[in-house]
Structures are given as structure tokens and as C-alpha cells.
């Protein structure tokens, strides 16, 4: 075929032989990378390369020259391990993914890892894999659209104006996360959501008949989506869908009725063409059925690159167009278009810290308070401070005062009610942050942190900023008990890399932590913060630490002499224990050194020479946190006779909170009684 008659790129019906080319270049590359590498998921590109290529060729819009480009279509993989599905479409249409990358599929240093990783691999929206959270990721994705339409646009400029798409599988259907998102989206109305769901009936262990039989398309309906059932096989049927769902208010589901490992004569639509590579003979079986070379491997025929090639000149019109409706907008709206090219750019108001007061001295209240206070103070002077709580909002204090909560029918507002979601939560908010343009905030009590836990997992390794207030942070809860009391999850949140965990002693070093977690652009932060109120440290007294201290994640917080005989240290409410203990034994004429550590991952990446002025080497060093004693040992040190941990490594009770701190130890009497036993040995 000569490049005359090399069809347009949005074609609306393609010569069926040549249709089938493509098509098949798309699966063999998946094929060939997987056989190449040993490793990895050849059935779903196979099965939906027909699917993925009407939409990247008919209706979405992007540009492979440039793509972060602001107004593109969003698209997800949630299917992650059909990763070679994404990477042969990059490739052939036009990104910076040579051939060389495919060939270097799953191989160290590769830009084709064998799940899609944000900001490793050029149009890499998200990083997924774990299955549910890419179809949670859609949604945010949709929600910020939204909310910076609602909040941008004006009559002739649509200058925020995309559709979010994404490739689900069965196994994203089973996942509690997809449908606690799916319900939410459902309820609010989200248009421009689009799903391709791959039904095709099969999982690692066999066909879906196993345990998932429910109707998933009157599920969905049930959640007030669009849906669709069609053959994926045929892309004028996948076509006219799309369409369709593009044309109506709610978020579709297109069920596409296709057959995994569609191509190999022996495995395709059963469970083997799942996943691992084929085999030389299966290879080349697959090959010949498909009327393909067997030589070169990684083929592409030069009408089949010409054609999805198309799609570079296509998105720099695209883009110039919307360039053009830009500077219109700007000069027609100055103010509103500065800002818009502000917050896309993440970038935070000048002076924004001026907003955030300094509390006085003497008081007292919890830290969730003082957090809300500091939270509404932010949200005066960044515009795009936007979140919400999973069904605790009052308790959370995560509410932006003067403001409405986001409905179906009024998306104008800053807060929101995820509803008791925080699976779905944790994935939605992860997709606003990707989306750009928005800081997502949300709350839920501590001990339920662990229902968000791969969300913020995979906020931590896409580095993203995204906000967690996380409330009720210990068994100073009280009277609800062990359920509601947390004792493990600091210890698991501080775990996971590149997640900043901030546990503030009182009101001044939670506005510190708020100033650090808006302020932080390349990772997630999580507030870790008390139901129970908390005195607010006198700073202007002799000895004692300022709050900015906070931000190198430890410091002193008071001390009573130089060449402290002990060192007592805590984080959050339990470093008013210590500095109780502190000032005890400094009234029996010990040189004491009461350290506050919200963050020990701040902490950690100052210099030695901080480190060491503030937990001197040699002198003996009590630590008292309200739950377990797992990691503490890193800064108190591994001798018992010059270091201890007073903690709790059990669960909790039910009974007032002062009550159980004095039944488990958490007294500044445990503290001081530890302290004189080092100091004597």
C-alpha cells in the first residue's frame, strides 16, 4: 500500500484487510516482547487491539509530540498487566518509545516495565496494575476535569474540556476498590468517564464462571451508569459505542465481548492465554494462523507505521487549535486564565504561608482541630485546595467552611462526600492529583487507613501529592475500643517509601505539617493527628524549640542544660508525656533533653551533624509512643542498657483514654522511671 492510499487516521470504516494488518502488528509486538522477554500477559493485547485501536484512531484526542499537553483525553490501562497493549500503542503512534524499548520489554533500565509506570514511560497517565485501582484512578481523573470546568470554564472558551478513558478487566470488576468508585461516579453524573470493559471470561485461574457470575452489566446500571454490551471483535460496533457514550450525560460501561489470546490457534479464549509467553511453537503457530512473517520479529509494516504515525500531525493541530482558543480565553478573561495556568502547573499563590497563624500559648486542643482551623486558613488563598472525608467529615474536620459539597448537579464546590469509602477514596484521590490542576485532600480516622493502604502505596511510588488527615490516631480514642484504636498503623504508614509522616505534638506543629504537606510536590503526605486535646507549648519559654522545627521532621523541643544526662523523645500527644517527664527529673537536677519527632523521614535526610545535636550518640534516650514499639529502636539504639521504648504491642481497651494511658504506662511516671534506670546504668 502506498502512502497515497494510506487511509485517514479517524477513518470511519478501514479496508478490512488492511484493518486486520494493523491490527495484528499490534498483537504479534505484544507476542514478540513476550516471548522475547520470558515473561508477561500476551492475551488481553490480543483480544483488544481491535477495541484499543477504533479508540486511539476514531475519537481520542492527544499529542504524541508533546504528552503533557493540558486538554488531552485521559487514558488508563487498569488492566495493567496487558501493559504491551499501551506500549505497541505509544510506540506506533508516534511517542518518544522507540522499537528498541519494546524489544527491551520487562529488561532493567527499559522503559516498558511489565506494569505501566507513571513517569517512567512517555503517555503513562498512571501507574496500575493492581487490579481496581486504575478504574478508581478514571474516576479522579473525571472528578478534576470537572471541577476545573466548572471552575475555569465561560461561555465560548471550554477551555478544560477532555474525556477520561480506560481498558478494565474482569479482575478490575471483582476488586472492592473499582466498585466503591464506580458507585461514587455513578452518583455523580460523570460524563465524561469511559470504560472498555475486556469481557472475555477468563482470569490466572480460569473462566470468570469460577466466582464472579453476577450480571455486572445490570450492577452497573443499578449504579447509574450508561452501558453497552457489543462485539468487541468488530470496530465499527466498538466505534458507534463510544459514540454513543460520548453522547450521553452519564459514565458508560462498554462491554466488549472479546477472545483473550484471540490469534493462537491452540490457547485462544482459554485461560493459558492469559499470561506467560507462548513458546517458540506457539509463536510461530500464532504467526502463520495470522498470515504474519515469522521473520523479522517485532515487525511493522511501513503502511501500518504510516498509518498510526498520523497521529503526531494530528495532535499538534489539535493542540495548535486549543492554543489558539486559549489566548482568546486569556484575553478575554486575564485573571482567570493566569490562574488556571498557575494551579496546572502546581504551582502554589505567592505568600500562601502568610494565611497560616501561629496559635497562642496558653491553650489546648486536639490536633484535628487545629488542623481544620489551619486547613480553612489555606483554602482562603489556594483556590484549588479541594477533598473531603469518608463519611466523618465532622470528626475529621476536613470540612472547607463557606463552601458547598459537590453534587451531580453542582460541581462549584471545594468539599466532598466520598461516602464510607476509603478504598475508593484513596484511588480517587490519586487520580485528581495526576489529573493536575487540583490539591486533593482526604480524612477518615487512622485505624481505617488501612483500607487505603495500596492507594497510598501507589501515590508513594508515583509520586504524587496528595493529602491524607487521618484522625483518631491512637487508643487515646477512649471508649470505642480496639476496633477504633490504632496501635500498628503509624508503624505500616512510616513503612512505605516515599510517603512523609507527620505526627504533630500541638497546634503549632500541625500548621507546620499542613505547610509541609501543600508545599510537598513529589510524594504523599499523611497527618497524623488526636481526637484528645493537647496544651499548647509555650515557644516563648525559656528552652523551648520553635515549631519550624518541624519541618526538619525532629528537633529539641526543650531542654533545661547543655550535655543532656537523658533524652526522652515522642511524637504527637506523647511528647507531652515526655516533656512532663522531662521537666520531673530536670526538678531532681538532671539535664534533660525532651525531643519532638513528627516525621521521621524529615528527620532522617538531615545531616549527620543535626542528627546528632539533636539525639546525642552516648547518652541514654527514652522513647514513648501510644502504639507499637517496631522502629523506634532506630533512634533510641539497639543497647536496652542505653536505650528504651515504652509502647503498647498489644491492641487496646474500652474506657476513657486517661484511664487506658495509665493502665498500659503512657505516664510521664513510666517515662522518668526509665529515664533513672538508664541514667543509673
Not at 494565611?355 to 482551623?373: H, L
Not at 528537633?555 to 523523645?569: A, E, H, K, Q, T
Amino acid at each position: 500500500m502506498s502512502s497515497s492510499t494510506i487511509p485517514a487516521l479517524d477513518a470511519p470504516t478501514l479496508d478490512s484487510a488492511f484493518e486486520e494488518r494493523a491490527l495484528n502488528t499490534i498483537r504479534l509486538l505484544a507476542v514478540d516482547a513476550v516471548e522475547a522477554a520470558s515473561s508477561g500477559h500476551p492475551g488481553l493485547p490480543m483480544g483488544m487491539a481491535g477495541v484499543t485501536s477504533a479508540l486511539w484512531t476514531r475519537h481520542m484526542r492527544f499529542s504524541p509530540a508533546n504528552p503533557g499537553w493540558n486538554n488531552r483525553d485521559r487514558f488508563v490501562l487498569s488492566a495493567g498487566h496487558g501493559s504491551m497493549l499501551l506500549y505497541a500503542m505509544l510506540h506506533l503512534t508516534g511517542y518518544d518509545l522507540p522499537l528498541d524499548e519494546l524489544k527491551n520489554f520487562r529488561q532493567w533500565g527499559s522503559r516498558t516495565p511489565g506494569h505501566p509506570e507513571r513517569g517512567h514511560t512517555p503517555g503513562v497517565e498512571t501507574t496500575t496494575g493492581p487490579l481496581g485501582q486504575g478504574f478508581a484512578n478514571g474516576v479522579g481523573l473525571a472528578i478534576a476535569e470537572r471541577w476545573l470546568a466548572e471552575r475555569y470554564n465561560r461561555p465560548g472558551f471550554a477551555v478544560v474540556d477532555h474525556y477520561t478513558y480506560a481498558v478494565v478487566s474482569d479482575g478490575d470488576l471483582m476488586e472492592g476498590v473499582a466498585q466503591e468508585a464506580a458507585s461514587l461516579a455513578g452518583h455523580l453524573r460523570l460524563g465524561k468517564l469511559i470504560y472498555l470493559y475486556d469481557d472475555n471470561k477468563v482470569t490466572i485461574d480460569g473462566y470468570t464462571s469460577l466466582a464472579f457470575t453476577e450480571d455486572q452489566y445490570k450492577r452497573f446500571e443499578a449504579y447509574g451508569w450508561h452501558v453497552q454490551c457489543i462485539d468487541g471483535m468488530d470496530s465499527a460496533a466498538v466505534s458507534a459505542a463510544i459514540a454513543a457514550a460520548v453522547a450521553d450525560p452519564r459514565p458508560s460501561l462498554i462491554g466488549c465481548k472479546t477472545v483473550i489470546g484471540y490469534g493462537n490457534p491452540q490457547l485462544q479464549g482459554k485461560p493459558k492465554a492469559h499470561s506467560d509467553a507462548f513458546g517458540p511453537a506457539g509463536v510461530e503457530a500464532t504467526k502463520r494462523n495470522l498470515e504474519w512473517p515469522l521473520q523479522p520479529i517485532f515487525f511493522v509494516p511501513e503502511d501500518v507505521a504510516a498509518f498510526y504515525g498520523q497521529a503526531v500531525a494530528r495532535g499538534e493541530k489539535l493542540e495548535a487549535e486549543y492554543n489558539q482558543l486559549f489566548d482568546a480565553y486569556s484575553a478575554a478573561h486575564p485573571e482567570l486564565a493566569a490562574e488556571l495556568c498557575h494551579v496546572l502547573a502546581g504551582e502554589l499563590p505567592e505568600k500562601w504561608e502568610d494565611a497560616i497563624s501561629t496559635f497562642p500559648a496558653p491553650g489546648s486542643q486536639a490536633t484535628r482541630n487545629a488542623s481544620g482551623t489551619v486547613l480553612n486558613e489555606l483554602a482562603t488563598v489556594i483556590p484549588n485546595l479541594i477533598g473531603g472525608s469518608a463519611d466523618l467529615a465532622p470528626s475529621n474536620k476536613t470540612v472547607i467552611s463557606g463552601s458547598n459539597f459537590i453534587g451531580p448537579d453542582d460541581f462549584g464546590g471545594r468539599n466532598f462526600h466520598f461516602g464510607v469509602r476509603e478504598h475508593g477514596m484513596g484511588g480517587i484521590l490519586n487520580g485528581m492529583a495526576l489529573h493536575g490542576g487540583v490539591i486533593p485532600y482526604g480524612g477518615t480516622f487512622l485505624v481505617f487507613s488501612d483500607y487505603m493502604r495500596p492507594s497510598i502505596r501507589l501515590a508513594a511510588l508515583m509520586g504524587i501529592r496528595v493529602i491524607y488527615v487521618f484522625t483518631h490516631d491512637s487508643v487515646g480514642v477512649g471508649e470505642d475500643g480496639p476496633t477504633h484504636q490504632p496501635v500498628e498503623q503509624v508503624a505500616a504508614l512510616r513503612s512505605i517509601p516515599n510517603l512523609t509522616v507527620l505526627r504533630p505534638a500541638d497546634a503549632n506543629e500541625t500548621a507546620e505539617a499542613w505547610r509541609l504537606a501543600v508545599g510537598r510536590t513529589d510524594g504523599p503526605t499523611a497527618l497524623i493527628l488526636t481526637r484528645q486535646n493537647l496544651a499548647t507549648v509555650n515557644r516563648a519559654a525559656p528552652g523551648v524549640g520553635a515549631a519550624s522545627g518541624t519541618r526538619k521532621g525532629g528537633y529539641v523541643l526543650w531542654s533545661n542544660g547543655d550535655s543532656p544526662d537523658v533524652v526522652l523523645m515522642g511524637s504527637g500527644s506523647e511528647v507531652e508525656i515526655a516533656l512532663a517527664a522531662g521537666q520531673t527529673l530536670a526538678s531532681e537536677g538532671r539535664t534533660v533533653q525532651v525531643v519532638s519527632l513528627p516525621s521521621w523521614e524529615l528527620f532522617a535526610a538531615q545531616s549527620a551533624d543535626y542528627r546528632a545535636a539533636v539525639l546525642p550518640v552516648g547518652v541514654p534516650k527514652v522513647a514513648i509512643e501510644a502504639g507499637i514499639t517496631m522502629g523506634w529502636e532506630r533512634w533510641v539504639g539497639n543497647d536496652p542498657a542505653q536505650g528504651a521504648v515504652i509502647g503498647i504491642d498489644h491492641f487496646g481497651a474500652s474506657a476513657p483514654y486517661k484511664r487506658i494511658y495509665e493502665e498500659f504506662g503512657l505516664t510521664p511516671a513510666a517515662v522518668a522511671a526509665k529515664a533513672r534506670e538508664l541514667m543509673k546504668g
